[in-house]
């Protein structure tokens, strides 16, 4: 079965410091890769998706995650966080054959330090 | 705003009871899926529905069921309600007709249900 691992529960970082998240996923073949945000009493916003082609994808609010398959990976990044970053960050696969369903990590809160 | 509309936003309701969360997906989705969200189990795929039929299902209890109508919004029944059914209940949609498919899903604010 396909599955979704974040390691990191909680991240703080410093206001304008970067920030990596990590994801990795273990699946046969190469599945479709989602970072979804969840702002406190929201739902969840897609910051960015890879499919296939370029493995260094662009997303919204000026994230970036990289696909590297020999890791099995799909880290975000962001070079300079702000304050309303603040939030919990989802990893998430799909395999077609699947169903279409989405199975996420167990998320990663981030705090920004002002 | 993802176009995709929840109803109600909260609900509390007892044990044993029985209620209905309903989703209107984005104009123009087939596909709608149903998460549930908890302290204990993360986030967890229950069931999807392109077109009104059944595609999936995940890890969804014999007490809940769902179903997509004509018009293509959904409702999710959750029945013999426990304690450990409070939830953060989301419905996403994706695919729209006149384009290619590519399963972004786009959620909605979800559905706060407590049990007491």
């Known amino acids: 079965a396909q599955s979704v691992t974040q390691p990191d529960i909680h991240i703080t970082v410093s206001e304008g410091a970067s920030l990596e998240l990590r994801c990795n996923y273990s699946?046969?073949?190469?599945?479709?890769l989602f970072w979804y945000v969840q702002s406190p009493g929201q739902g969840l916003q897609l910051l960015l998706k890879?499919?296939?082609?370029?493995?260094l994808v662009q997303g919204i609010k000026g994230f970036e995650a990289e696909f590297k398959r020999s890791q099995s990976s799909f880290n975000l990044r962001k070079p300079s966080v702000h304050w309303s970053d603040a939030a919990e960050y989802f990893c998430a696969v799909v395999r077609r054959s699947s169903g279409d369903k989405l199975t996420f990590g167990t998320g990663t809160r981030l705090a920004v330090r002002p | 705003d993802s176009g995709v509309t929840q109803t109600p936003k909260h609900l509390i309701t007892a044990t044993g009871q029985r209620v209905t969360l309903r989703c209107s997906p984005r104009s123009g989705d087939l596909s709608v899926y149903w998460y549930q969200q908890s302290l204990d189990q993360g986030l967890q795929f229950l069931i999807h529905y392109y077109n009104g039929e059944e595609r999936a299902k995940g890890n969804i209890l014999e007490r809940f069921s769902a179903q997509q109508f004509p018009d293509l919004h959904s409702e999710l029944n959750l029945s013999s309600l426990e304690l450990g059914d409070s939830a953060l209940y989301f419905c996403?949609?994706?695919?729209?007709?006149?384009?290619?498919?590519?399963?972004?899903?786009?959620f909605g604010p979800g559905t706060r249900l407590t049990v007491l």
């Open positions: 699946y046969g073949a190469t599945p479709y």
């Open positions: 890879y499919f296939s082609g370029d493995t």
């Open positions: 996403a949609s994706s695919v729209r007709e006149d384009e290619t498919y590519n399963n972004e899903q786009f």
